[in-house]
């Protein structure tokens, strides 16, 4: 709400989401944050270090899949600083009303200082083709009491 009530303002507003600089293994793919979903690479696992500390709260996967070709089926894994649980998902098929580029969000919450994606295939599965890895952390200054849809708290 702080961000959007300075941007209606006129006000300069820091972007809330890091930019990510992801590292396969140990060599640095500017690829995967520049946000051009140029092609995708076959990815089973990339990791990331930020500057300073940012609350992150899901982590999006985006699969270059043309159309006609198989779907990636597997797990993804987040791990934060130390390899400690930081999120998973599921991804069983393509969604055909999101075209080429397919999207797969991870939810994740904490205080992170580095994150680790890891792709696990499913047997059969063809390759998981990345063309992009983004995190939001977006959420970092909201305090959420009740769902506002039904009056309820959330569990």
Partial sequence: YRAMAAYVRGELVPEPDPAPEWRVAGTPQPALGDGAFTGGQDLREAETRFPVPVE?????????????????????????????????????????????????????????????VRLESVLGSPPALVSEIGVDSSAADRTVDDHLASGAPYR
Avoid: C, N
Avoid at 62 to 75: K, M, Q, S
Avoid at 86 to 114: C, F, I, K, N
């Fill in 56 to 116: 992150a709260s899901a982590v999006d996967v985006y699969f270059d899949e043309p159309t006609g070709a198989r779907p990636w089926h597997g797990l993804i894994r987040v791990e934060g600083e130390d390899g400690k649980p930081a999120g998973w998902a599921l991804r069983t098929g393509h969604e055909g009303a999101d075209g080429r580029y397919q999207v797969v969000t991870v939810p994740v919450r904490g205080m992170h200082s580095a994150l680790k």
